[in-house]
Nanobody, 126 residues
Framework: QVKLVDSGGGLVQAGGSLRLSCAAS????????MAWFRQAPGKEREFVGLIRWSGTSTYFAELAKGRFKISRDNAKNTVTLQLNNLKPEDTAVYYC???????????????????WGQGTQVTVSS
């Protein structure tokens, strides 16, 4: 199993930015996709975006388009989520996740991910 440690959350005013990081250890070639999800109190876990470990493909939920960016550093086994122009409704615990099944396509379905970070809190004040 891949071990994930996510970090970088904090308190920011509306319109501000944060950079979240996810460090992966124990990754193999079967770990094909890294994704970010978020979960606010009383709400279901919500897909934010993902990136493949090979190639340049990234995918984003509508909530992220134009504001959030995902990048990776294969040598360091890290994935970064850049959050820009944050809004109060972005307040949530953000989780990185890994799909280690070896499937050859990415998915926004959280049940497809078998490794999860502990979560990092992002709070956006109005």
């Amino acid at each position: 199993q891949v071990k994930l440690v996510d970090s970088g959350g904090g308190l920011v005013q509306a319109g501000g930015s944060l950079r979240l990081s996810c460090a992966a250890s124990g990754r193999t070639v079967s770990t094909t996709t890294m994704a970010w999800f978020r979960q606010a109190p009383g709400k279901e876990r919500e897909f934010v975006g993902l990136i493949r470990w090979s190639g340049t493909s990234t995918y984003f939920a509508e909530l992220a388009k134009g504001r959030f960016k995902i990048s990776r550093d294969n040598a360091k086994n890290t994935v970064t989520l850049q959050l820009n122009n944050l809004k109060p409704e972005d307040t949530a615990v953000y989780y990185c996740a890994a799909d280690g099944s070896g499937r050859d396509y990415p998915t926004a379905d959280p049940t497809a991910y078998d490794s999860w970070g502990q979560g990092t809190q992002v709070t956006v004040s109005s």
